[in-house]
């Protein structure tokens, strides 16, 4: 199954997800698509770092082309911006007037009471929810339906549930790295366990199941192999919900790593001490 799986997901990489019901959820990593249903299952990108353009990428864009505009400023400087957004799902309004900029480099908590819109507005800037008004942009290059393929594959995102298609930790850990979008990035099992080190997950766990590890290993397994993948903007939710105080400390200290590395970092989190450990927080609703 995992190995149907893995083909499945690299195959419809570059189409619509609809259709697709045998995944419960789709995991993607480095993947884009085109058209996501609403009731489209869980998402999760883990793509290459901004700078790194695939020899495909070269020979289909062109300079006018907004993809290719997208790709050249994701090359240099990174700067998220939400300008006076509104939201709405459902026909309900969650936010409006919302507006806040994340820096290269910078940590981000996103607060507010459920259902304000938090989660969606991430899948906004991943181009899957469109605004009622204002815009979203990466230095000064507005997120649109043109550009919204490029700039995801820029973007790691990782959800509040991790539901994941290996049955063996060595299997999940490894699967991004053999899709087309990464494969200039090669899996190394030293890198990985130094990156396990600093998340405190033991070694021994990599020759496990997947079943075997409690979600919060399984989150800070998936973490860590973000951290590998060297992402320009990182997008969570709910991070440390999961977590025991110590975890969660950890969690915080190492998006602050790759924050230090040049990462954008933007977090949903009721967690009080996690949103108090970024550098700024922005309050939903």
């Known amino acids: 199954m995992a190995a149907r799986m893995q083909y499945a997901i690299e195959e419809c990489g570059n189409e619509a997800v609809s259709g697709q019901k045998r ?23 883990l793509s290459n ?22 790709n050249a400023l994701l090359n240099k400087t990174k700067m998220l911006e939400i300008k006076n957004a509104s939201l709405t799902a459902g026909g309900r ?41 204002g815009h979203i942009s990466i230095d000064g290059e507005l997120l649109t339906p043109s550009s919204a393929e490029e700039f995801r594959k820029h973007i790691s995102y990782i959800p509040q549930e991790l539901m994941l298609p ?11 790295f053999g899709l087309k979008v990464n494969r200039n990035r090669p899996f190394s099992k030293d890198l990985l366990m130094a990156e396990w080190r600093r998340l405190e997950l033991q070694p021994e766990l990599y020759e496990k199941k997947v079943a075997e590890l409690s979600g919060g ?35 915080a200290a190492y998006l602050r790593l790759l924050a230090s590395r040049g990462c954008s970092v933007v977090a949903v989190s009721h967690d009080r001490a996690f949103a108090e450990g970024c550098d700024k927080t922005v309050e939903i609703g």
């Not at 908590?109 to 800037?125: Q, V």
């Not at 998936?222 to 969690?251: C, Q, R, Y």
Request: proline share 6%.
């Open 217 to 251: 290993e399984r989150q800070r397994a998936m973490l860590s192999v973000s951290g590998l993948l060297g992402k320009a903007i990182l997008l969570l939710d709910e991070p440390t919900s999961a977590l025991d105080a110590h975890s969660a400390s950890l969690v």
């Open 93 to 133: 309004r969650l936010f409006s007037g919302l507006s806040f900029t994340v820096a290269d480099g910078q940590t981000v908590c996103l607060t507010g009471c459920s259902g304000s819109g938090k989660t969606t507005l991430l899948r906004a800037i991943l181009g899957f929810h469109p605004l009622d008004e």
């Open 166 to 176: 290996s049955e063996w930790v060595s299997d999940m850990v490894r699967l991004p």
């Open 23 to 45: 995944f419960n959820p789709i995991l993607v990593y480095g993947a884009s698509h085109r058209k996501v249903p609403p009731n489209a299952p869980t998402l999760i990108i």
């Open 49 to 70: 770092f901004a700078g790194r353009q695939t020899a495909a990428d070269s020979q289909v864009n062109t300079a006018g082309h907004p993809a290719a505009r997208a």
